[in-house]
């Protein structure tokens, strides 16, 4: 393990039910949605585009959606009615406009002029979606909103943090188990979709997820990050390079990045880590290689989760898996999964069972 000095504060499986003695699969309505993220510290909703939208759906997020028709009452009443409940169950609401969708797939969400509307959405599907013009009672009453919603969700265990809450778990004496992604990282959104949110559905323990656009990057009108210098120091000060972290940091940081941590009030101790591609690959004599890597030579033996994996570091790659561009080349995320997911389950696997606080 590591120890890094204190940092800044400035700084379901389908539900299945009995007929009769018998067991029969529930319709997709009636199935129990485990929602992808909860929050620690609440907000009232979480503005996205419909860019972002899109994203969740391929990602295959489970999430609450209300529409706003702008100007109606409706959506006051609605935010009136569900506040409590999305606050006390550490739930997370994203909001969207009606002229969102306009020129737009509405994605099974009932998208009407004059109306709000509260959609549930199962791994990228929509499941269920009701409107105020129809279902007033519902969307305006708090008792029946929860009678409601209570038959459809199941809590979280990934849940979003700021940069407070990160603070807290750096200096906590209680481990936690942190994941550092990016909503726009198209890494991130691979190991997402194709590993990360399947492998969490069947666990009970909890991961705290800490979202570097949400939390840190600011973007311009034309999506061009303005504030480059304060990631990178984001990225020191919290021991995601090698500056600080020498041992379970990788390079200049990077996301996904995972870590075991606990701490004081002065230091954070860093008991592992893992980090998923943003390999380098170079072409020697026409073989490709991966030639830096998180699972390195060097790093191997202070990875007791991954002793029973090889090194990456020096590895062939095929050059039918193989991407070149002006920027060098890339491996497949496709090909190169099948070796990171099985180091980052062996991770999550050995390490999760070991999370003691709780907010």
Same mark, same amino acid.
């Given at each position: ?27 997709? !309505? ?7 993220? *909860? ?78 509307? #509260? ?12 409107? @105020? ?42 481990? @936690? ?5 990016? !909503? ?10 194709? #590993? ?30 303005? !504030? ?29 990045? #995972? ?13 592992? *880590? ?11 004599? !026409? ?14 033996? @202070? ?43 062996? #991770?999550?696997? @050995? ?9």
């Amino acid at each position: 393990m590591i120890t890094m000095k204190k940092v800044s504060k400035a700084f379901l499986l389908p539900l299945l039910c009995v007929v009769f003695g018998s067991l029969t699969s529930c319709s997709k !309505n009636e199935q129990k949605v485990k929602l992808t993220y *909860g929050e620690i510290t609440h907000q009232k909703y979480h503005e996205i585009s419909y860019a972002r939208f899109e994203r969740m759906i391929d990602n295959k997020e489970s999430f609450l959606l209300v529409v706003d028709p702008k100007g109606c009452a409706c959506f006051d009443s609605f935010m009136r009615a569900s506040e409590e409940y999305i606050r006390d169950n550490k739930l997370v609401l994203y909001k969207m406009n009606v002229a969102d969708f306009k020129g737009n797939e509405n994605k099974g969400v009932k998208v009407v002029e004059g109306s709000t509307s #509260f959609s549930i959405f199962n791994k990228g599907v929509i499941q269920q979606s009701i409107a @105020s013009n129809s279902s007033t009672e519902i969307m305006e009453n708090k008792s029946k909103f929860v009678e409601y919603v209570d038959k459809y969700l199941e809590k979280p265990n990934m849940y979003l943090i700021n940069k407070e809450n990160l603070n807290t778990l750096y200096h906590s004496a209680n481990k @936690s188990l942190i994941y550092f992604a990016r !909503n726009s990282c198209g890494d991130c959104s691979y190991i997402n979709a194709n #590993f990360l949110y399947e492998y969490m559905r069947g666990r009970s323990e909890t991961l705290y997820v800490f979202d570097g656009d949400e939390e840190v990057r600011r973007y311009d009108d034309k999506g061009k990050l303005i !504030n480059e210098e304060e990631w990178i120091q984001f990225k020191v000060d919290y021991g995601l390079t090698t500056d600080n972290n020498p041992t379970y940091g990788y390079s200049t940081g990077v996301v996904p990045t #995972f870590f075991l941590v606990s701490g004081n009030s002065e230091t954070t101790t860093f008991h592992s *880590g893992a980090v998923a591609f943003n390999e380098t690959i170079e072409k020697v004599d !026409n073989e490709y290689k991966v030639s830096e890597v998180y699972f390195s030579n060097a790093r191997q033996s @202070s990875l007791e989760y991954a002793r029973n994996f090889p090194s990456m570091e020096g590895m062939k790659v095929n050059a039918n898996d193989i991407i070149e561009s002006e920027k060098g080349y890339r491996w497949k995320q496709s090909a190169s999964s099948a070796h990171y997911f099985p180091r980052i389950q062996a #991770f999550l696997d @050995s390490y999760l069972i070991q999370v003691t606080h709780k907010f």
